[in-house]
Nanobody
Framework: QVQLVESGGGLVQAGGSLRLSCAAS????????MGWYRQAPGKERELVAA???????YYGDSVKGRFTISRDNAKNTVYLQMNSLKPEDTSVYYC????????????WGQGTQVTVSS
């Protein structure tokens, strides 16, 4: 079992930055691919970024060049640095964990709201 707790959301003006954090419980953090999803009202959930314990990364097209995912395996924490934020980035952001044996995001945080004003 993995429990995930996000923090760092808030209100920011367009062009600003925020950093989200996700702290994971458990002693096998390195066995999980960590991802950040987002979902806005009336829209489908979207994978924003993901990172393996070895450092391989994925970014959605809409955030490439603006967002950076990183993880500190010693602290069981994954981060999402969001720069050059746009109003369309407004969403609830969720941290998720996928065990390397399944590839499924079976564990989710409670979500943190990010609102970007124009």
């Amino acid at each position: 079992q993995v429990q995930l707790v996000e923090s760092g959301g808030g209100l920011v003006q367009a062009g600003g930055s925020l950093r989200l954090s996700c702290a994971a419980s458990g002693r096998t953090f390195g066995s999980y691919v960590m991802g950040w999803y987002r979902q806005a009202p009336g829209k489908e959930r979207e994978l924003v970024a993901a990172m393996s314990s070895g450092g391989s990364t994925y970014y959605g097209d809409s955030v490439k060049g603006r967002f950076t995912i990183s993880r500190d395996n010693a602290k069981n924490t994954v981060y999402l640095q969001m720069n050059s934020l746009k109003p369309e980035d407004t969403s609830v952001y969720y941290c998720a964990a996928a065990h390397i044996s399944t590839g499924r995001y079976d564990y989710w945080g409670q979500g943190t709201q990010v609102t970007v004003s124009s």
